[in-house]
């Protein structure tokens, strides 16, 4: 019973408000100013039922830029296909497709520009253009991506479509027999 006796006195006396002392004093331009310091001229005042608040650790709130990171940022802004426009139709007899594309900032020595067109990765390089043959007619959709030296996607650009026309052969004409 004792045991129980004590653990309800400790719990009442940790959730008991604490009752900090507050003064009340007007500055030399006549600002009335609140503090929990005494100062020259300043009258205790009496506060009922003060609210506190605890305010957490500054380490708990910011981050430090010095801390060490797993994942590197990724140096680029942006990556942009600029040919061909995106929702753009052309004729290509051959189905050749000229791509062109742009990163800001500029390519850095250690990536490359690889190229995806309807989900299937194509080759990469350290231009950003690339050509294309024979192209199937239809509606495709290109995206470009940096890596690094393991392959790694460091950013992409949006998905860009296009429509691509080319002829197609004369039908013969069925004859009857």
Request: glycine share 6%; hydrophobic share 30%; net charge negative.
């Amino acid at each position: 019973m004792t045991k129980i006796s004590f653990f309800i006195a400790a719990t009442l006396t940790a959730i008991a408000p604490v009752q900090a002392d507050v003064y009340k004093s007007i500055n030399k331009d006549g600002v009335v100013e609140y503090s929990d310091q005494p100062r020259e001229g300043a009258e205790k005042i009496k506060v009922k039922n003060p609210q506190s608040i605890v305010l957490p650790k500054p380490g708990d709130v910011f981050t430090s830029n010095t801390s060490d990171t797993t994942e590197p940022q990724a140096p680029y802004q942006s990556i942009v296909i600029n040919q061909p426009a995106n929702d753009s139709a052309f004729n290509s007899g051959n189905g050749q497709v000229s791509i062109s594309s742009e990163t800001t900032p500029a390519l850095m020595p250690q990536h490359s520009i690889q190229l995806v067109m309807d989900g299937t990765t194509y080759d990469s390089n350290k231009s950003g253009s690339f050509g294309l043959s024979n192209v199937d007619r239809g509606t495709h959709q290109l995206q470009v991506n940096v890596i690094d030296g393991d392959g790694k996607v460091l950013i992409s650009s949006d998905i860009t479509t296009f429509t691509i026309h080319r002829p197609q052969a004369p039908r013969k004409t069925p004859r009857a027999n």
